[in-house]
C-alpha cells in the first residue's frame, strides 16, 4: 500500500509556457499533500502544503501566482507551473500523508525549461 | 529558524562494513523526525521516530531517537553496494494540531564498495 504516483515523469517545455504536474494517491486517501522541489546535488526544499479542498500554504520565497496548486480531491492535487523560465527547471516530488503517518513521495517530475 | 543537520555529508565505506549516519536538529514544535533513502528518483521511506529511546529495527537498518539531546542516528550493519545512496533526515513539524511539514537535512551520500 501507500503508492503515490506523479505525471508526467518527465518535461521538456519553452520558456513562458505553462506546466501541470499531476500527484495521485493510488490506494489511500492523502488528508495532506506536499510539493517539494530539488536541485541538483541539495536536498528537498518544500514549497507548498495543500489539503483538500482549501487554499494551499505556500512557503516563503515561493511564489503562489506562480505556483499553482489545487488540490481537487483527497488522492489528486496537481501543481502547475506558470509562465515556466530556465531558473523553474528543477526536480518537483510532491508527498502524500494520511492522518499522522508519514509522507509518501511520488517518483518525482524532472522540468527543463529551454 | 528550524534546522536540521546532517552529519557526514559524505562517507565511503567497503562491504560488510557498519556505518552510523548523524542527525541533528532545531526546531520550534518538534513532532516527529523520519529518515529516507533516496536513490535515483525520489526518497523512500525507512523509519518515523516519536519517542526517546526507542530503537524502531528493519533488517540490518536500525534507529533511535535522543529528543532531550535533539538528535538521531541511522545505523547500518554489515553495508552491501546496493545500501549506496543518499541518506534523508527530516523533522516534521506540528502546527497548532493541523498536519506539519518536513524540514529536510542536506543528506548523507553513503558509497559503500565492492
Known amino acids: 500500500g501507500a503508492v503515490v504516483s506523479q505525471h508526467p515523469s518527465w518535461v521538456i517545455c519553452k520558456s513562458g509556457t505553462s506546466v501541470k504536474i499531476e500527484c495521485r494517491s493510488l490506494d489511500f486517501q492523502a488528508t495532506t499533500m506536499f510539493w517539494y522541489r530539488q536541485f541538483p546535488k541539495q536536498s528537498l526544499m518544500l514549497m507548498a502544503t495543500s489539503n483538500e479542498g482549501s487554499k494551499a500554504t505556500y512557503e516563503q520565497g515561493v511564489e503562489k501566482d506562480k505556483f499553482l496548486i489545487n488540490h481537487a480531491s483527497l488522492t489528486l492535487s496537481t501543481l502547475t507551473v506558470t509562465s515556466a523560465h530556465p531558473e523553474d527547471s528543477s526536480f518537483y516530488i510532491c508527498s502524500a500523508q494520511r492522518g499522522r503517518g508519514p509522507g509518501f513521495f511520488g517518483p518525482g517530475t524532472r522540468l527543463t525549461v529551454l | 529558524e528550524d534546522k536540521v543537520v546532517q552529519s557526514p555529508l559524505s562517507l565511503v565505506v567497503h562491504e560488510g562494513d557498519t556505518v552510523t549516519l548523524n542527525c541533528s536538529y532545531e526546531?520550534?514544535?518538534?513532532?516527529?523526525l523520519l529518515w529516507y533513502k533516496q536513490e535515483k528518483k525520489a526518497p523512500t521511506f525507512l523509519f518515523m521516530l516519536?519517542?526517546?529511546?526507542i530503537e524502531k529495527k528493519s533488517g540490518r537498518l536500525s534507529s533511535i531517537l535522543d529528543k532531550k539531546e535533539l538528535f538521531s542516528i541511522l545505523n547500518i550493519t554489515a553495508t552491501q553496494t546496493g545500501d549506496s545512496a543518499v541518506y534523508l533526515c527530516a523533522v516534521e513539524l506540528n502546527y497548532g494540531g493541523s498536519q506539519g511539514n518536513l524540514i529536510f537535512g542536506k543528506g548523507t551520500k553513503l558509497s559503500v564498495k565492492p
Open positions: 526546531v520550534t514544535n518538534f513532532r516527529s
Open positions: 516519536t519517542s526517546s529511546g
